[in-house]
């Protein structure tokens, strides 16, 4: 019976040594660090995703001028931005990044038709860094509002008539006119007046129109849809 008792006594005795020895080896374990919580932040502040919202105000200047004589349907146009691009404070576009686009439809009707346009979709922008944005925009309006019309659709008119057109009006009236003083008088001059004036209504009716929009020439586009930006590459 005593034999029994030290036995039991020893397997208890034994029992706990391992389990403090066990514990010992636990908590000498190195246990992981923490995650800082700023490089947290900052990881999904570098991939948070900017956008520009729709309606947004770009201004870009012509680098070659356009014509609707001489280009047609396909023909690509480009220029500068002329100002900064800024959202919450930051400039996220710079002033000289290059936009590009398409011409996409040239009219140079005769007068009598209505007045020559020409139609351009915005199609790009190309950052200092080569990083190169597609975006949807119309054009709005011009930097010389006396000389060309943009209408709805962002299509750019030309005038209908000019200085230059009254100029041949009164050229041609006074032609006339002295055509009709030599061969009539004072009634034949009112005649030959008229009959000029008539003359060149209808030249003037029948002749193409071109708009030429110079290089140079300061174009202002709205967003139609909103622009896509990393935030990663920006500074």
């Known amino acids: 019976m005593v034999r029994n008792v030290a036995t039991l006594m020893k397997f208890c005795v034994g029992t706990l040594i391992l389990s403090a020895t066990l514990m010992a080896v636990a908590g000498s374990q190195p246990q992981p660090l923490p995650v800082a919580a700023s490089n947290t932040q ?8 900017l956008s520009l919202p ?8 012509l680098d070659k001028p356009l014509s609707s004589d001489h280009n047609k349907p396909g023909d690509t146009f480009s220029g500068k931005i002329t100002q900064d691009i800024r959202l ?7 002033a000289g990044a290059l936009l590009s686009g398409k011409v996409m439809r040239v009219s140079s009707p005769r007068r009598i038709k209505g007045k020559p346009s020409l139609a351009l979709r915005p199609e790009q922008i190309t950052l200092p860094d080569e990083m190169r944005l597609p975006l949807s925009a119309v054009v709005v309006d011009t ?7 943009v209408d709805d659709e962002g299509h750019i008119h030309g005038r209908g008539r000019d200085a230059g057109d009254n100029l041949e009006t009164l050229v041609a009236t006074g032609a006339g006119a002295g055509v009709g003083a030599v061969a009539g008088g004072g009634a034949g001059a009112l005649i030959g007046a008229g009959a000029g004036a008539t003359v060149s209504t209808a030249h003037w009716l029948v002749k193409h129109r071109s708009v030429v929009i110079p290089a140079g020439t300061e174009l202002v586009l709205e967003l139609q849809r909103p622009l896509s930006l990393n935030a990663e590459t920006r500074n």
């Open 42 to 49: 900052t990881t999904n502040e570098n991939h948070r995703q």
């Open 143 to 149: 930097s010389q509002p006396k000389k060309f019309d």
């Open 54 to 61: 729709t309606g947004t105000a770009i201004r870009m200047k």
């Open 88 to 94: 919450d404070g930051r400039v996220v576009v710079p």
